[in-house]
């Protein structure tokens, strides 16, 4: 998705709030609870303070100001990796092997609720409160 357009922040304007687009650019944190599971990821911008684990945060369903939760992880976990910069590795690539053995420990982490074939429960993605209310409260001529 578009998220800048020569460094200024973008905005998806439609009438239905659950699709509207966060400008800017944005990295992802997977939270995990005391049993080891991951209960959500969280989709934060670039700038913003990455959370910590054992600190509380409130966060919301974006476009669903009625949604608030509290959520305490006890670990955090940065998901987004840069390999590939202006054309360039930054990274060493992840061999297939080492991305299938990823994929599968990642897999046999998340809580049996959401691997079940009948009926799973929705793994959550969310936002942190303070860009919520930035992008639902704010005048969208200031994009």
Request: some cysteine; glycine content about 4%.
């Amino acid at each position: 998705q578009l998220v800048e357009v020569n460094g200024s922040p973008c905005l998806k304007l439609t009438e239905d709030e659950e699709k509207m687009t966060i400008p800017g650019t944005k990295t992802i944190y997977r939270l995990y609870d005391a049993a080891g599971h991951p209960f959500m990821d969280l989709m934060a911008l670039e700038e913003e303070l990455a959370p910590t684990a054992g600190q509380e945060l409130e966060i919301h369903v974006l476009g669903r100001l009625d949604e608030a939760t509290k959520v305490m992880p006890t670990t955090v976990e940065p998901l987004h990796r840069t390999y590939v910069r202006d054309g360039q590795v930054c990274e060493p690539l992840p061999s297939l092997s080492e991305m299938r053995s990823h994929v599968q420990a990642s897999l046999s982490l998340l809580n049996p609720a959401h691997r079940r074939l009948r009926d799973p429960q929705p793994y959550p993605v969310r936002c942190p409160l303070a860009q919520h209310h930035r992008y639902t409260h704010r005048n969208l001529g200031d994009f």
